[in-house]
């Protein structure tokens, strides 16, 4: 921002202010991430806490630098990664692609309509182990379950989205003699590009809930499967770790969404 | 008429002919006209004014071809409107539309792009018409940097860019704050007379209706027909000149009549 020199002193006061309380948030933020791995690793080294139970910062560090030199922590990140994002991109474009179908037939929406409230509400890990059965334990079973998690919200979001952007807009094409394709394509897809980019949000948060449970019921790789192995064999720092590296990756994901958001909201 | 209106062999440009129509909907029927015939002359600015829910937009939306009538016939320069022959009509509507997400010269040819018409010809004739009407620098501009005024000028270019023979306005100018709306209805109105078209438009401003119109058609509450049929001969073209008149009172109070009595029976 381009600021002319001369200031009057209460603008300057408020600017400042407006610094501080800036200043003030971000310093109490990391202040409370510190504190919160310092109080942990503390009271585990004084014994408050169970090392063995709890693990600890250094612990689960430790671990997860062991497997940072062996290499094995890149594959788990990379099976868990490749997961979300195929679990994520496969049921997003199929929820888009029902969604316009839907959209084309109104009729066929209308006798949907209760199966797809009914199946937005069924919580489709209940449907893990049919998965497992229909498609077989592994990789396979868990980017299946990933869609399924996002698949029916996306079809819901998406056709209320398209509705939305119809809306008025379907008068003027109308009186332009559009036909439901030029609809489509003028104006419904661009119009309804905002409600995308929320679902798109939503299904980040839910790729990682379906791969993560899909991981739990099976898998030989993964953090999901480092997180269940160490809870089984009792290796809190393994647990630990891996939970502390799939928050660093969620976070990274959300922050490029959010970029995403940002780039397309500037034309609305 | 200000001599605007041509007369001569060349049918009307729309020709209402006892065109009744009935709404249905679970709740009921609904009659929103009866028994409705006028006519639009070639070049004339037509105004059809009633009161809020008296069924004018539903006119608008049968010259359009966008609803059919239940009962009666219409025919646009001659022809009987079917389905299938839906006329070449521009319409502007009360909210501009502009589509926030393409440049304001890819809005103007929206229309153009729907009509498969996007060649030189149609592109020259749209940038032109922005260039005309002070929106030149604006084309690759987004609709949100626009004014209000700007905004509901570039919609009646994007309604004009397809060479409509025929303009609807479903009150074009009610969401703007008065001071705007009379300076982009004197804008508009100028606009649509040195295009040399055809234009009917629907209001309940009785002030609107007598700034813009030739001709004045009162619409009786639902279901609606012709009330009354009005001249409007004040002299200047210009909405600020005829506001001016002291004619325009006494046109004023004919009309505010008419409609008072209609709210009292």
Redesign the interface.
């Known amino acids: 921002m381009k600021m002319p020199p001369e200031l009057s002193t209460q603008r300057k006061t408020y600017l400042s202010g407006l610094r501080r309380d800036k200043r003030r948030i971000l310093t109490s933020q990391i202040l409370l991430f510190v504190l919160f791995f310092t109080l942990w690793e503390l009271f585990v080294r004084v014994g408050w806490l169970d090392g063995f139970i709890f693990s600890s910062p250094s612990r689960a560090a430790g671990m997860m630098g062991k497997m940072i030199a062996d290499g094995s922590l890149w594959l788990h990140i990379g099976v868990t990664l490749g997961e979300t994002a195929a679990g994520f991109l496969i049921g997003t474009l199929l929820g888009a692609v029902i969604a316009i179908l839907l959209w084309a037939f109104p009729k066929a929406e209308r006798v949907l309509d209760p199966y797809l409230v009914v199946l937005n509400s069924l919580p489709k890990i209940a449907l893990g182990p049919v998965i497992i059965v229909w498609v077989g334990s592994g990789v396979s079973a868990v980017i299946t379950v990933t869609i399924l998690v996002s698949v029916v919200n996306t079809v819901i979001g998406m056709a209320s989205g398209f509705r939305e952007a119809e809306g008025e807009r379907l008068a003027l094409l109308k009186s332009f003699g559009a036909t439901r394709l030029q609809t489509f394509l003028y104006a419904v897809l661009p119009g309804s590009l905002p409600t995308m980019i929320s679902i798109l949000k939503i299904n980040i948060g839910m790729a990682w809930v379906g791969v993560i449970v899909g991981e739990f019921l099976t898998s030989r790789a993964g953090l999901g499967y480092l997180i269940v192995y160490g809870g089984q064999v009792f290796r809190m720092d393994l647990v630990m770790g891996s939970v502390l590296v799939l928050s660093l990756l969620a976070a990274l994901m959300y922050l490029l969404v959010v970029f995403v958001e940002k780039e397309v909201r500037r034309l609305f | 008429m200000n001599g605007k209106c041509k007369t001569g062999p060349s049918p009307p440009a729309v020709d209402f002919r006892n065109v009744g129509l009935r709404y249905q909907s679970p709740e009921g029927e609904t009659e929103a006209l009866k028994g409705l015939s006028f006519t639009v002359n070639e070049g004339e600015f037509l105004v059809l004014l009633g009161p809020s829910g008296c069924g004018k937009t539903t006119v608008l939306s049968l010259i359009?071809g966008?609803i059919k009538p239940s009962e009666g016939e219409i025919r646009i320069g001659g022809e009987i409107l079917t389905e299938e022959k839906?006329p070449h009509?521009?319409?502007m509507?009360q909210?501009d539309?502009l589509?926030?997400?393409?440049r304001v010269i890819d809005n103007v040819l929206?229309?153009c792009?729907?009509?498969k018409e996007d060649d030189r010809a149609h592109r020259e004739r749209a940038a032109a018409l922005l260039d005309e009407y002070g929106l030149g620098d604006f084309k690759e501009s987004?609709p949100r940097s626009l004014s209000g005024g700007m905004r509901q000028r570039a919609a009646l270019i994007r309604t004009l860019a397809?060479d409509p023979s025929l303009l609807?306005l479903d009150e074009p100018f009610s969401a703007l704050d008065y001071q705007t709306r009379i300076r982009v209805s004197e804008d508009i109105a100028s606009i649509i007379k040195r295009e040399g078209k055809t234009a009917v438009m629907v209001t309940h401003d009785i002030s609107e209706a007598l700034s813009l119109a030739d001709r004045i058609l009162v619409l009786s509450s639902r279901p609606a027909s012709v009330k009354r049929e009005l001249h409007v001969e004040i002299d200047g073209r210009g909405v600020i000149q005829r506001r001016a008149s002291p004619l325009f009172a006494d046109y004023f109070n004919l009309i505010w009549k008419e409609l008072d009595d209609e709210n009292a029976s």
């Not at chain 2, 589509?99 to 393409?102: C, D």
């Open positions: 359009a966008l839906r009509i521009g319409y509507f909210p539309e589509l926030p997400w393409a929206l229309g792009r729907i009509r987004f397809t609807l």
